[in-house]
């Protein structure tokens, strides 16, 4: 098995900047393909939905594209009562986390004396969510997702995610959606799900958002419909950053190293550090418990620590922190003797998690916080998913007669220097009247 390891500072700049782009997805090959899904979907609506289930899927041509009920009250007892009561537990970790996010209601505040501005916060309307299965089955990916869009108080919700060759979907995932309100549960995948979502069919209701990781099919299928769908953050391949000293456990450092890279091939799992002794014992214990992984896992893994991971050592953990701060991980862990002073020095990164107790594992099911983050370096801008995700803000503004008095001087002007007569007549020809006054 083969692991890298790197110095960075004898790396040159072309291979610093190949280590810092890690996976993106290649989506110009699949772009006329998906274009062409997309378009049918639209056109020819359910028909093209059952026969690409049909054609990926494996599906009979009558397979149902929503849902049945049945198919829920299988699912409650295809999974056992300790799953159940896992995702009921981190449910509510979930919901208590994100339960005081963007209240509800108008934002009021006095500019000058007479001018009232505020944001008045609502939700949207409709929203979906995607939820893939090609390297496994997703119901913590769906509560991430539907939790916070249930507590911002949208009032239509759907899923989508792809169907077995018998037509249903992940029971956990039919599970999970009953918990959350869903309302829609709908067994489709790939660009053609979200063309449905964007466009609708028979079957499949338009929705505002949808939004969820997926293959480069799906990224392609984003980026085609962003001007119909809001597509929400960018969620690509799984990428993990560990920055640690001397001091942490190797055996834990490589246990965590392996919980992102076993995503898939294209996930990136890096490990910083200015220490060449955890460094060696990392890269052995890694070999020890990679081989240990069921297929495909091993093999995803062997992949990521000889492509898009691995090692890097630093000559300090300052200049390890610069390094994290240009990667803007997804997921970063910080294993120093002083994680929080660490912490004051990291800037960009979708989630933190601090000290030797908070593996990538439970930060990715139960903690609470949000693991729908933004990867491929979109952290220097974006957030994980949050209630904000689910609402939408309009500014309001109220002025009395004397403050709009005290205001046409300057706003005219600024109207006059930009060249717009009608703003600058609107302003200099108000009169008061008993109404407004």
Not at 98 to 112: A, T, Y
Not at 115 to 141: K, L
Not at 251 to 256: G, P, S
Not at 384 to 397: A, H, N
């Amino acid at each position: 098995m083969t692991i890298n390891t790197r110095r960075w500072s004898e790396l040159n700049r072309d291979e610093r900047a190949k280590l810092l782009s890690r996976s993106k997805f290649d989506i110009a090959d699949v772009s006329d393909a998906v274009a062409s899904i997309i378009l049918d979907v639209r056109e020819r609506g359910d028909t093209a939905i059952k026969e690409l289930n049909h054609r990926f899927d494996g599906t009979s041509l009558d397979t149902p594209i929503l849902v049945p009920k049945y198919h829920f009250e299988e699912a409650r007892t295809q999974i056992s009562q300790k799953l159940k009561d896992a995702i009921d537990y981190s449910i509510e970790n979930v919901r208590r986390f994100h339960s005081h996010q963007e209240p509800d209601g108008i934002f009021w505040k006095e500019l000058r004396r007479g001018i009232m501005a505020g944001e008045r916060t609502v939700p949207i309307e409709s929203v979906a969510f995607y939820v893939p299965r090609g390297r496994g089955s997703f119901p913590s990916m769906l509560y991430m997702m539907a939790v916070p869009a249930m507590i911002a108080g949208v009032k239509h919700m759907a899923v989508a995610s792809p169907p077995d060759s018998t037509g249903r979907i992940d029971p956990a995932c039919l599970y999970t959606a009953e918990l959350c309100g869903v309302q829609k549960s709908y067994a489709m995948g790939g660009a053609q799900a979200w063309s449905a979502l964007a466009y609708g069919t028979e079957s499949v209701e338009k929705v505002d958002k949808c939004i969820g990781p997926g293959n480069k099919y799906v990224a392609a299928a984003k980026k085609i419909l962003s001007d119909t769908l809001d597509c929400g953050l960018p969620a690509g391949p799984s990428e993990s950053i560990i920055l640690a000293d001397s001091s942490p456990d190797a055996k834990d450092i490589a246990r965590n190293l392996l919980v992102e890279a076993e995503h898939g091939s294209d996930s990136a799992a890096l490990l910083i550090t200015n220490s060449t002794e955890l460094a060696e014992r990392v890269r052995e214990y890694l070999v020890v418990f990679s081989g240990a992984l069921p297929e495909p896992r091993r093999t995803y893994v062997n992949h990521v620590l000889s492509g898009y991971g691995g090692i890097l050592i630093v000559e300090t953990i300052e200049e390890g922190i610069d390094i994290v701060n240009q990667f803007a991980t997804e997921h970063l862990q910080i294993r120093t003797s002083k994680p929080f002073e660490t912490l004051s020095l990291i800037s960009n990164a979708g989630e933190i998690l601090l000290g030797d107790n908070v593996p990538f594992s439970v930060a990715n099911y139960s903690v609470g916080t949000n693991a729908i983050l933004p990867t491929g370096g979109s952290a220097r801008t974006w957030s994980g998913v949050s209630v904000r995700d689910f609402k939408k803000r309009s500014s309001v503004v109220y002025l009395t007669s004397d403050a709009l008095n005290k205001l046409r001087p300057h706003s005219s002007l600024l109207a006059e220097y930009e060249g717009f007569p009608a703003h600058q007549r609107a302003l200099d020809e108000w009169e008061p009247t008993e109404k407004n006054r």
